[in-house]
């Protein structure tokens, strides 16, 4: 009876001394995982725009299309019209895109940024949207592509004005 008593404690204060390890580690489980997510969240808030090959190259989107951007002339101070084309891996144009960029001076953040701006189809189906270089400097255009509403290519083209 004694025996059975001593073992019974034994038993009731050795879970009682794990209990608090236990939850312990499961609070920092649960740690881990907020500081997971808010990282993860803050990758989606800052997002990466990869450097584009220059204008009138083709840049992959995926594996079955491809862009080709340019301007109407090299940017100067002044207003410079963006073209970006987007075409099929066959090479055939494809306009159910949605296109946006935001230009700015990645040297002066929050300057000048224009914020995202949509590109207009045009009836040649190109893609085009008015940037304007309000200072000389380096500056970055970085372009979004979606389609369905989803983000499916970012990228970047940095120049010198
Ligand atoms: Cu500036």
Redesign the pocket.
Known sequence: MKKWFFSTLFAVVISLLCLPFYGESQQGQKAKQSVESSTASRAEQMPVYPSMAGPGKKVPIGSDHYLIYGFDKKPKLGTAIMKVEIFTKEGKKDTSFEVKADAG?PS?KG??ETGDQAFKLSKKGDYLLPIDIV?P?GWEIRLTLLKEGKVIFRGSHQFDV
Do not use: F, N, R, W
């Open positions: 001076m002066m300057a000048h200072m400097g």
